[in-house]
């Protein structure tokens, strides 16, 4: 049952120094015709109209970067097009430097009741080497404006291990985030990508990164800081109050199905993972000829589902329930994978509680390595 869609926008009016994600420069590009096009792969969608979705995240790219008119044709669409739930979260990312109060205004208009800001950093300096557009001051704007025009559940994501980022740097940041006091938190150590610009800078030793050390310290701070807040951290980048936690990212985690709808989106739908064409005119030009745009796709073997079920699944503080594994598998993860528990156990990064297994505080530090012990291991024959 697929009740959760992702909607991707890939225009960027600057392109960021950290990010592989499928984006393109907004200067000269076909939006309108993009917006459209979208549209209409969502009605190709045969099964679309199944089931009243309770999640919707439009991410990018920078969905914010489209003008308000723009916008305003993407959201009639979706709500046109989609079933939503009575209860539904429905969210978009939004940069700070390109959300306008007109911008807000439609996105209220069309029932959007979340909010995500990419921050990243309080530290304008640090912002610039980044390639962030945005500035500290654009933060608190923005946030005051969505605020009074009735938004309430709003998250701002953070990036820490910076280069050049200090302890203290961090901190200050952190310190000025919590300020806002605000529902949701996310916070993630920089990931230094190929074909993007900090990669570049890295292979020609340019790129001057914390150590893993000062890292590992940030992360401490992270969840000492949203600790004290009164912040419960649910995921292993993640921070809430109570009932704000992302319902779309819990669909990743628990490894559930969702529609993924534009160029590049991926998406998981009847047990089958896929991923649509990525350049954006490739993309037009498979939804012109009233075909979806998938580039791949494959039927997930029930092997993969349940590595994917914990991989994905430990990343959550609360872990893998051993009685719903059996429920959904009809295995038990204890039997299925004896040896990477086992190891991970003896190595403190996994503990079993209340029919959970779950990362220890040491083991949230080397949560890749746990996962990857996990993938690959089920014998097939």
């Known amino acids: 049952m697929t009740t959760a869609a992702y909607i991707h926008i890939p225009f960027c009016h600057h392109i960021c120094h950290y990010c592989d994600f499928n984006k393109v420069f907004m200067k000269n590009q076909p939006v309108d015709l993009y917006i459209e096009r979208l549209l209409d792969e969502m009605r190709l969608r045969k099964d679309v109209d199944q089931q009243p979705l309770t999640s919707i995240f439009v991410g990018g790219g920078t969905p914010t970067a489209l003008d308000h008119i723009q916008l305003e044709q993407l959201c009639k669409g979706i709500s046109e097009i989609l079933p939503f739930s009575s209860t539904i979260e429905y969210t978009f990312e939004a940069n700070p430097g390109d959300l306008s109060l007109e911008k807000i205004q439609v996105l209220r208009k069309y029932g959007v009741n ?76 920089l990931i230094v990508e190929p074909k993007t610009v900090f990669y570049n800078l890295m292979r020609k030793g340019k790129l001057p990164l914390p150590g893993e050390e000062t890292e590992a310290a940030m992360y401490e701070l992270l969840m000492k800081k949203m600790r004290e807040k009164g912040l419960n951290q649910y995921e292993i980048s993640n921070f809430s109050k109570e009932g704000y936690e992302s319902r779309h990212n819990l669909v990743y985690w628990n490894n559930d199905e969702y529609y993924g709808f534009g160029a590049g989106a991926h998406g998981y739908v009847n047990g089958t993972r896929y991923s649509n064409i990525g350049p954006v005119s490739k993309y037009m030009e498979a939804v012109s000829s009233r075909s979806l745009p998938t580039l791949n796709e494959q039927k997930v073997p029930l092997h993969e589902k349940m590595e994917e079920e914990m991989f994905l699944g430990l990343r959550k503080t609360n872990g893998v329930s051993i009685a719903k594994f059996s429920e959904r598998y009809n295995e038990e993860i204890l039997n299925r994978f004896d040896k990477a528990v086992e190891d991970a156990q003896n190595k403190g990064l996994l503990t079993i509680k209340n029919d959970h297994l779950m990362l220890t505080h040491k083991g949230k530090f080397l949560g890749n390595e746990v996962f990857q012990s996990f993938i690959g291991i089920i014998e097939t024959n």
């Open 114 to 189: 979340r909010l995500s800001f990419g921050v990243q950093s309080y530290n304008d300096e640090l912002l610039h080497k980044i390639g962030r557009n945005h500035r500290g001051k654009d933060v608190y704007r923005s946030i005051t404006e969505a605020q009074q025009a009735g938004f309430t559940n709003i998250s701002i994501d953070l990036i820490y291990a910076l280069p050049t980022q200090t302890l203290d740097d961090f901190e200050e940041t952190l310190d000025k985030a919590l300020e806002l006091d605000l529902p949701h938190y996310s916070g993630y150590s």
